[in-house]
């Protein structure tokens, strides 16, 4: 079955402990992407990835970061967390180029505390 | 000024009514998304089109670029309807970047 996947799907933490969040799609979709969605606020982006090893920042990047070391992987990275950033993160992949259809992950709900 | 406007923000209707979500945005487009999410889950993609008008059973989504506008019509709504519905566009020029709406949070009433 074709899908993205995200780990964890909830998560409580602590300010300052660094965490990743995985991201991992099956169909071999270059451009992949991280959204933060918050009340009053919607889906803002974080980074994008158009493939392997070329990222690039969305609207919101700051205390975030990612890689692209392969093609089904993106994970999100937060080195040291705040309260700010908890919020709801999803990761999205599509083909690439023209290809817009968008593909969601299940969402991971992140709570810093 | 936000660049993606939807109204109306929420949204109760009666089961069977006939439902418009709309949709204006402000920016060059390559394509138009509406996504659905439901309370605690996640999105899923109902529609992506770049001209004219796509139906998916109950769903209508119609799109008009030179008005810069898209609706999405429900007909025959029915409870499991109620969710969010959010527009999203592809900015023109762009890596495929998409921009949102805030969303319209719909609720059906048996």
């Known amino acids: 079955e074709a899908q993205v996947t995200q780990n964890p799907r909830y998560l409580i933490t602590v300010t300052g402990k660094k965490l990743t969040v995985t991201c991992s799609q099956n169909?071999?979709?270059?451009?992949m992407s991280w959204y933060r969605q918050d009340p009053g606020l919607g889906l803002r982006q974080i980074y994008y990835?158009?493939?392997?090893?070329?990222?690039d920042k969305g609207d919101v990047p700051e205390g975030y970061k990612v890689s692209r070391k392969e093609k089904r992987n993106f994970p999100l990275i937060l080195e040291s967390p705040s309260p700010n950033q908890t919020s709801l993160y999803f990761c999205a992949s599509r083909l690439g180029g023209i290809s817009y259809e968008q593909y969601f992950g299940p969402g991971t709900r992140l709570t810093v505390t | 000024k936000n660049e993606v406007e939807q109204s109306p923000q929420n949204l109760t209707a009666q089961e069977g009514e006939f439902i418009t979500i709309n949709c204006s945005y402000s920016?060059?487009?390559?394509?138009l998304h509406w996504l659905q999410q439901h309370p605690g889950g996640g999105i899923v993609s109902l529609f992506m089109l770049s001209s004219g008008k796509k139906k998916h059973g109950r769903l209508i989504a119609t799109i008009n670029i030179q008005e810069k506008h898209s609706s999405l019509h429900i007909t025959a709504s029915h409870p499991r309807d109620s969710a969010v519905y959010i527009c999203?566009?592809?900015?023109?020029?762009?890596?495929?970047?998409?921009?949102f709406g805030k969303g319209t949070k719909l609720s059906v009433k048996p």
């Open positions: 169909m071999n979709h270059e451009y």
């Open positions: 920016v060059g487009i390559s394509a």
């Open positions: 990835s158009m493939n392997v090893e070329v990222t």
């Open positions: 999203a566009v592809v900015l023109r020029g762009s890596q495929g970047n998409l921009i």
